[in-house]
C-alpha cells in the first residue's frame, strides 16, 4: 500500500524552462514532506523540506509548495539546468517520532541542454 | 569525508547464503536507518535504531532478516537464507537528534543481488 505515490515516472523539461514534479500522498497524519535528489550509484541526499503548518518554502531554486486539502505537493526547479537532472524522491514523516520516512517511487528528471 | 559508509557496495550471492551488510553512520548521528530499495519501487523502511531504545523492527519483511547496531554506531543487517526477492539495493541513513531529525543522510548503498 504505497501511502505516497509519485505518478510520472519521467519528466524532460528543456534548460532554463521550469521542473515540476508532483507528489500526493493518502495519510493525512503526515506532518512533515521532503525532496530527496538522486545521482546514479548514489544514495538519496536531503533537497528541500516543508512542514505541514506551511504551503510554501523556498530555497534559491527550489520550491516546495503543499496542499493539504489535496493530499498534494510539488517540487518547482526554476530554472532548470543540467545538473538537476537526477531522480527525485518525495517522502513524507507521520509524527510523533518520525521514525521512517514514507517514499513515493521517483521521478527521473532529465533536464535537455 | 564525514558522509554515511556501506560497504560492501555491491554483493553477488547464491540463493540460500547469507550476507551481511554493513553500515557506518555519521559521527554523532544517534538514529540509523535501513531502507531497501527494489527495482521500480520507493525506498522501503526496514528498521531504525535511536539510542540506546529498542529498535523498530516493524518494516524487517521476514525472520531472514536481522540487523544490530554495535556502541551506537556501526551497524550491520544480516539476511539468512537469501532469496532471489532479496535483491535489491539497501540503504543506510543517519540523523542526529533535534528538530531536523527528519532529514536523513544516506549511504550510497549496497547492491544485492542474489542468483
Known amino acids: 500500500d504505497q501511502q505516497v505515490k509519485q505518478n510520472s515516472p519521467s519528466l524532460s523539461v528543456q534548460e532554463g524552462r521550469i521542473s515540476i514534479l508532483n507528489c500526493d500522498y493518502t495519510n493525512s497524519m503526515f506532518d512533515y514532506f521532503l525532496w530527496y535528489k538522486k545521482y546514479p550509484a548514489e544514495g538519496p541526499t536531503f533537497l528541500i523540506s516543508?512542514?505541514?503548518?506551511?504551503d510554501k518554502n523556498e530555497d534559491g531554486r527550489f520550491t516546495v509548495f503543499l496542499n493539504k486539502s489535496a493530499k498534494h505537493l510539488s517540487l518547482h526547479i526554476v530554472p532548470s539546468q543540467p545538473g538537476d537532472s537526477a531522480v527525485y524522491f518525495c517522502?513524507?514523516?507521520?509524527?510523533?517520532?518520525?521514525?521512517?520516512?514514507?517514499f513515493g517511487t521517483g521521478t527521473r528528471l532529465t533536464v535537455i541542454p | 569525508g564525514a558522509g554515511v559508509s556501506q560497504s560492501p557496495s555491491n554483493k553477488v550471492t547464491e540463493k540460500g547464503k547469507d550476507v551481511e551488510l554493513r553500515c557506518d553512520p555519521i559521527?554523532?548521528?544517534?538514529?540509523l536507518y535501513w531502507y531497501r530499495q527494489s527495482l521500480g519501487q520507493g525506498l522501503e523502511f526496514l528498521i531504525y535504531f535511536q539510542g540506546n531504545s529498542a529498535p523498530d523492527k516493524s518494516g524487517l519483511p521476514s525472520d531472514r532478516f536481522s540487523a544490530e547496531r554495535t556502541g551506537g554506531s556501526v551497524s550491520t543487517l544480516t539476511i539468512q537464507r537469501t532469496q532471489q526477492e532479496d535483491s535489491a539495493v539497501y540503504l543506510c541513513a543517519s540523523s542526529s537528534p533535534g528538530h531536523r531529525s527528519y532529514e536523513q543522510y544516506f549511504g550510497p548503498g549496497t547492491r544485492l543481488t542474489v542468483t
Open positions: 559521527s554523532g548521528h544517534t538514529a
Open positions: 517522502a513524507a514523516s507521520a509524527p510523533p517520532g518520525a521514525n521512517n520516512l514514507f
Open positions: 516543508i512542514s505541514s503548518i506551511k
